[in-house]
């Protein structure tokens, strides 16, 4: 007889490409994930990352912002009913996977153990947008010989929170800056999945694990 495994669900959030996704689609499907993506919720209708979640027969969800600006509705009534939709795949896990939107306390206060987001960039440097791009002048510049990558939970600040997991990507002098940002989104594939799968290993002490 076979033992039933119970795979824990991840609902995984993104903007854009979604290779990070693709990094946790891929740890779930060969087993380094004890854990399936029950659904992948876009901000963006364009953003690829939906395709490759249709590909791996995942449920999608786009659920954009305008409609409730264009109402004059504050972003809050945007967030509680984000929050009700993904509380219906009764995520044990929701990752912020390249979701390119602040979120308010709305929606972290109810999720706030079960809620991570990658930032490309160590911790405490180059919150919000185009962090690899402003370290990169920052390196230009003199100013930091390494950038990285973090895995955090989630707090009203921005990019900021308990870190989970993070990896120090150096720079090389030969890199232009393509070849600087595809070598740290390679890092940002390994550490999300090493991530998750701490997270998933520590779950039963997860109030407890940041330090
Ligand atoms: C990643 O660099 C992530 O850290 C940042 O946005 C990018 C998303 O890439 N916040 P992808 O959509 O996972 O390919």
Request: one cysteine or more.
């Amino acid at each position: 007889m076979s033992e039933t495994v119970s795979l824990a669900r991840l609902v995984v959030l993104i903007s854009g490409s979604g290779s990070n996704l693709q990094a946790l689609l891929d740890a779930c499907q060969d087993g380094r994930l004890p854990a399936r993506v029950a659904a992948v919720v876009s901000n963006r209708r364009d953003a690829y990352g939906l395709v490759r979640a249709q590909q791996a027969s995942v449920p999608t969800l786009y659920f954009p912002l305008k409609p409730y600006s264009d109402q004059g509705l504050p972003r809050e009534t945007y967030d509680r009913d984000l929050a009700a939709l993904i509380s219906c795949f009764q995520p044990d896990l929701i990752v912020c996977a390249g979701w390119m939107q602040v979120l308010t306390p709305i929606f972290i206060t109810p999720f706030a153990d079960c809620l991570i987001n990658l930032h490309p960039a160590l911790p405490g440097q180059f919150p919000g947008t185009h962090a690899i791009e402003r370290a990169f002048a920052a390196y230009q510049a003199g100013e930091i010989e390494v950038s990285g990558a973090m895995v955090h939970g989630v707090v009203p600040e921005v990019d900021a929170g308990p870190v989970l997991d993070f990896v120090v990507v150096p720079f090389d002098p030969r890199d232009q800056f393509h070849d600087f940002a595809k070598r740290l989104h390679a890092h940002e594939h390994t550490l999300l999945v090493r991530a998750v799968q701490r997270w998933l290993a520590t779950r039963p002490q997860r109030r407890d694990f940041y330090s």
